[in-house]
């Protein structure tokens, strides 16, 4: 990949899977991969497949993440 990406471009990764593309300069680019989390690459050196649309992710749209408080005990 030589230019970077768009903002909110779905793509496939050999090794991540699907994620979509968050921010992306000449020099790196960050994916949010679905069931990966967010990784940063060398915008020349990603290997990719850029897709026509985004997958639903399993379990909905995009992830939640939710803390649980825990109770202090007397």
Do not use: C, N, W
Request: glycine share 8%; charged share 30%.
């Amino acid at each position: 990949m030589e230019k970077p990406l768009r903002e909110g471009q779905p793509l496939q990764h050999q090794r991540f899977g699907v994620g979509i593309a968050t921010h992306s300069t000449d020099t790196r680019t960050t994916i949010d991969f679905y069931e990966h989390g967010v990784k940063t690459f060398v915008t020349s050196m990603l290997e990719v497949e850029l897709l026509p649309s985004a997958p639903e992710r399993a379990g909905g749209p995009a992830r939640k993440t939710t803390r649980v408080k825990k109770e202090k005990k007397a």
